[in-house]
């Protein structure tokens, strides 16, 4: 404040000068002071909790230490919600790449109608994953779904039950969550492909290079930023899934399908476990932290460098 | 011989392009269909594609038994009002950074950016206290308010790529004329800046429609928007495929609408830049 004092603007010009200096800082003050208050006075006020032993209400007149922590990766929900988190990430990053980058070099290929193939793939993306998820639910209820429409077409011993059984319901949720986000995995890869140098490509082509040989050579291998923002993307979607789990399973049957966002939710409002609520969340934070920083940082460094 | 190979090579990548939209496409246009039938249609063995008695009695019933359009109502409320208001503070901001940037402009983008990956669990418990005290439980107030919160980084950021492309100079020609700072604005930057700030304003309607994580967390009835109405749809019942269908068909049909007009939007703001 002590600078605006000083510079007392004599004339019209110096004075626009000194505005033009300042408006741009008052401008972007309360987007920044939002984005602070939010992001790190909330996080902030949740790592309180976790090692407080609030239950139904905030308390902080009891102090627990790590007891929240403690009593998270005892709890069998919890090492469910992990397993749970485990398969479906690794399954869903792994197959919406493969999907993703399939289609993406289709599409590459110079074929009719790209422009209109391009929103349709996608478009489950853009939808909210409560109805996508409510859809497939009714899908793949065995009593009016598919295994429902088998039977009446005559294929009495046709059964996929997937979604009511313990073991295989995560799997169902795999299913919806791939469907929903390869073919915006495509759109990334399309960009990468379409950001390769044609030169290199007519160069291997001329040395008599297969298309196949390309792609597995040249064109993949350059694309490595392109896998790493997929996979980061992907990942961060899986830690997060909390709508699609909602939707489909509402975490059963049981407690099957439970993932760590539910596992927060259910705990801090169903259960009254405000502090594990509070511990899970953090837990969460961490994960989240330990793939966007590194990502962060070598996205920093490569814009140095540039 | 090799034409002819190339040839037949192209129609069947083209085919199998479009049986891979097909099958993605498919669940959507089955339920869209579906939302048309009866429910004794929606039923039949075997289910009937495109030829039966096209109906518009779901969507009469589904309004009629549970009050969809004030749901409906709600969705535009919370979706366009935290927009708005989060194109009001960024505009400013992102003009800010675009033509006025720092050294740390940049770190302090991909900073904002990064927020918009954190996990909203985080944030649940104090938001949900601070609705409890304050009466902003399930009132459009608060919707709007966490929702302007939560998607404001990533509407600065794609209002600033999008100013990035306005060339500087042409700013800098107005000032020498002698423009001031209002003129600048009003004459010069905002018919330029009009095409980004509608693409933004796009995008992020349909990023606030799709919400559900706050929405199923802090609304119950009054200010619960579509996403919280088809999740009540719960448990699958029979004879009630086709009503569900149109109550989805409802709540999805302005995003498929806007999508198409906003599909490189999208891929942006969905994957935080990574693809331009």
Known sequence: MADVTVIVPRRASERRLAIQELIPKLVLAPSFALILLFVYGFILFTIVLSFSGSKLLPDFSTWVGFGNYQRLFAHPNWIT??????????????ICSALGLGLAILLDQKIRGEGALRPIYLYPMALSFIVTGVAWKWFLDPGIGLEHVMHQWGWESFSFRWIKEGKYAIYTIVIAAVWQSSGFVMAMFLAGLRGVDNE???????????????????????????????????AHLAIKSYDLVVAMTDGGPGTATWTPALFMQKFTFGRNEMGMGASSAIIMM??????????????????RRA | MARQRSMRRRVTITALAWLAGFIVFFPILWMILTSFKTELEAFSTPPSFLFFDWTLENYGIVQERSNYLRYAMNSVIIAFGSTLLALLIAVPAAWAMAFAPTKRTKDLLLWMLSTKMMPAVGALIPIYLLFRDSGLLDSHVGMVGILLLINLPIVIWMLFTYFKEIPGEILEAARMDGATLWREIVYVLAPMAVPGIASTLLLNVILAWNESFWTLNLTTSKAAPLTAFIASYSSPEGLFWAKLSAASTMAIAPILILGWFSQRQLVRGLTFGAVK
């Open chain 1, 81 to 94: 919600a992990l397993k749970n988190l485990a398969i479906f990430a690794s399954l869903y990053i792994v």
């Open chain 1, 200 to 234: 290199v490509i007519k160069a291997a082509q001329i040395d008599g290079a297969s298309t196949f040989t390309i792609y597995r050579r040249i064109i993949i291998p350059l694309m490595r930023p392109v896998f790493l923002s997929a996979f980061v993307v992907l």
């Open chain 1, 286 to 303: 961490i994960m989240i932290f330990s793939i966007i920083i590194p990502y962060l940082y070598s996205e920093l460094r490569m814009g």
